[in-house]
């Protein structure tokens, strides 16, 4: 075989041109698309020069091209690939960061079998306290959270199971993801204490991803209030409840004039709850509307003084120490008055708030009209005590205007008896003791009126009467 030197010139030419497409070029449509067949003829080229004898391999030598066969690398095909990265499922307790509070007044009110059904079923006149657990992803199937109690300190692991049972709300749902939705599920509590989510799990067991730092969801008791009578309250004052739970006292005197009387106040108002607790009490004397300021009070605490057990060791009574804020406790405040004004006094425990800002207004618990006259019988929230003016006698203007003394005769035809005229305070029944003086001779009298109108007082005996 015999090849001129032009042609010789021509196929290296041509091999030349071929790697330079092959490996500069090698991104481009066309490079991609005559590949296959570009490599193939230049392969058979190159064949037939190598097959020249000494020359032919000294200038083919070890070329890539010469190949047996050719594969295109799929991976390298161009156009456009969407891939979906999905997120760990998400699951927030209390994303609002809101405080609950449990009413355990109605709570020990309602049936047993209510705080099992009532997050479920729900029940008008015992509502269920719950706290929203939002949830960013697949369909949970389990639910478990821990629960603290501020009495002992003590953490509990809790799971739920059937989490189909529980109340929910579909927030969003996301198509393209396939089943991921945005949802809140409320998890129903019937204890006071603090709740922190410990792990969701979906259908495959995977779980989801809980919020960073999320701090626990506190739960105390909804603050309570009342008013009630001092059961110490002193007896001087004639201070009597009757069986309407209304009161009654007789006018105090002003401790400048009467070293004897005090200011100590008849009617106390008694919270409890999460402390400090503020309330507004208003009082009505005569109908004469004020507040009354807490501020400068001493509450007096009538909690129940108890200490942890010697059992728990030092993490548990850390434990106790760190959650006991949130207890519940009981205190009474006294609303000292003067009972110097004779009339009504009212007292209207209007509305309270907890620290965590759980407040109640008397207002929402249709405890309106109390100050309209309403004649029934006294209620926690308010409590009316009658003063009544202090009792008091003294004679007449006319008779102390008369020319005295007044001079009797034993002639039943002239005067033999005078008629001393009296001035009756207070409420009446009255009874009035006098003393009639006559020398040596002191004799002790007295007289009952049921009106003040026409009391007198009826001289028929020489002496000073003395009232």
């Not at 092959?22 to 193939?40: D, E, R």
């Not at 005229?421 to 009298?445: F, H, K, M, R």
């Not at 007289?447 to 009826?458: L, T, W, Y």
Request: hydrophobic share 40%; net charge negative.
């Amino acid at each position: 075989l015999s090849v001129s030197l032009n042609a010789l010139y021509a196929l290296a030419g041509l091999s030349a041109f071929l790697n330079l497409n092959m490996f500069f070029m090698s991104s481009s449509v066309l490079t991609l698309a005559v590949k296959p067949v570009a490599v193939s003829i230049a392969s058979s080229c190159l064949r037939s020069v190598k097959s020249i004898p000494w020359l032919g391999p000294r200038l083919v030598g070890d070329s890539d091209l010469l190949i047996d066969s050719f594969e295109l690398n799929e991976e390298h095909i161009l156009g456009r690939h969407t891939i979906h990265v999905l997120p760990h499922s998400l699951t927030h307790m209390n994303p609002q960061g809101k405080s609950f509070c449990i009413d355990e007044a109605h709570l020990h009110a309602m049936p047993w079998y209510h705080r099992y059904t009532s997050g479920v079923f729900g029940h008008n006149r015992y509502p269920q306290t719950t706290i929203p657990i939002l949830v960013n992803g697949t369909h949970p199937d389990s639910i478990s959270y821990a629960y603290t109690s501020f009495e002992t300190g003590q953490r509990q692991l809790r799971t739920i199971k059937n989490v189909g049972a529980l109340q929910m709300e579909i927030n969003a749902v996301y198509p393209t993801l396939g089943n991921w939705v945005m949802a809140t599920y409320h998890l129903p509590i019937s204890e006071i204490g603090a709740y922190e989510i410990y792990s969701v799990k979906d259908r495959k067991d995977l779980e989801f991803r809980t919020a960073a730092q999320a701090p626990p969801t506190i739960v105390v008791s909804c603050p309570r209030a009342r008013l009630q009578w001092r059961e110490d309250a002193s007896a001087a004052d004639n201070f009597v409840v009757g069986s309407d739970g209304h009161a009654s006292i007789c006018q105090r005197i002003d401790r400048d004039q009467e070293s004897g009387q005090t200011s100590d106040g008849l009617i106390q108002a008694v919270v409890e709850g999460y402390e400090p607790i503020e309330m507004t009490v208003v009082r009505l004397v005569n109908g004469h509307r004020e507040v009354i300021n807490l501020d400068g009070i001493q509450p007096q605490s009538i909690d129940d003084q108890t200490t942890p057990g010697e059992d728990l060791d030092s993490d548990q009574l850390k434990s106790v120490e760190k959650w006991s804020r949130y207890k519940t406790r009981t205190s009474a405040y006294t609303l000292s008055d003067t009972f110097l004004r004779p009339g009504e006094y009212v007292y209207k425990l209007e509305s309270f708030r907890d620290a965590a800002n759980h407040s109640v207004k008397m207002t929402d618990m249709n405890a309106n009209g109390i100050f309209d006259g309403d004649e029934g019988k006294a209620t926690p929230y308010m409590a009316r005590i009658a003063v009544h003016r202090r009792p008091g006698v003294r004679w007449a203007e006319a008779l102390l205007n008369a020319e005295l003394p007044l001079r009797l005769s034993e002639d039943r035809a002239r005067k033999s008896s005078y008629a001393l005229p009296l001035s009756l305070l207070g409420v009446g029944p009255w009874t009035v003791n006098y003393v009639i003086v006559n020398g040596a001779d002191v004799s002790q009298e007295s007289k009952s009126f049921a009106k003040a109108v026409g009391a007198v007082i009826d001289a028929n005996q020489p002496g000073v009467y003395h009232l």
